[in-house]
T-cell receptor, first 112, second 116 residues
């Protein structure tokens, strides 16, 4: 399985943008890039996913490097509620029922 | 908004006892999963289920574990003889279609299992 590397922790000030990096240098052409987050005492929650192009949704933006060896999750204005562990995960294009495998993720702290 | 629901939210049991954790996935979803998270550790995959059979399972999912979808709505995880190391938060998840089409895996709030 292609692996991802994320910083253990990051800190941000409230209402400022946050850029969460993920390295996936062994990604294959058919791997999707997923981001999930886990708020304290809750189950993981989908954030965004993409293949090659940058993606935007109501929660965040995903910027994917041209060579796809890295990506960045962008929270445009961090709030206290965004404090969570953020996971960057790869999965095959047509993985069917192949499960998502969570790593240790990045623990984001948001300071008021 | 549709959600995955899990019961019980917390169960305390004695070592060696059987435990059943229940999940109601989102109604039109087709793929079902159980994950667990030991306190302070990462979320670990246990088993995936599709078309009424196990698709994939991890090394953690040994003979003490079983899953079933008894009535088309519930999805259960049974631990036959609990061990201390089974103490964890157990998450159920479901998905409608393939990753390429939908991407989103919906998780429940979890069932905390404490084995004494």
């Amino acid at each position: 399985d292609a692996k991802t590397t994320q910083p253990n922790s990051m800190e941000s000030n409230e209402e400022e943008p946050v850029h969460l990096p993920c390295n996936h240098s062994t990604i294959s052409g058919t791997d999707y890039i997923h981001w999930y987050r886990q708020l304290p005492s809750q189950g993981p929650e989908y954030v965004i996913h993409g293949l090659t192009s940058n993606v935007n949704n109501r929660m965040a933006s995903l910027a994917i490097a041209e060579d796809r060896k890295s990506s960045t999750l962008i929270l445009h204005r961090a709030t206290l509620r965004d404090a969570a562990v953020y996971y960057c995960i790869l999965s095959l294009l047509n993985s069917g029922n192949t499960p998502l495998v969570f790593g240790k993720g990045t623990r984001l702290s948001v300071i008021a | 908004e549709p959600e995955v629901t899990q019961t019980p939210s917390h169960q305390v049991t004695q070592m060696g006892q059987e435990v059943i954790l229940r999940c109601v996935p989102i109604s039109n979803h087709l793929y079902f999963y159980w994950y667990r998270q030991i306190l302070g550790q990462k979320v670990e995959f246990l088993v995936s289920f599709y078309n009424n059979e196990i698709s994939e399972k991890s090394e953690i999912f040994d003979d003490q574990f079983s899953v079933e979808r008894p009535d088309g709505s519930n999805f259960t995880l049974k631990i036959r003889s609990t061990k201390l190391e089974d103490s964890a938060m157990y998450f159920c998840a479901s998905r409608y279609g393939r990753i390429a089409n939908t991407g989103e895996l919906f998780f429940g709030e979890g069932s905390r299992l404490t084995v004494l």
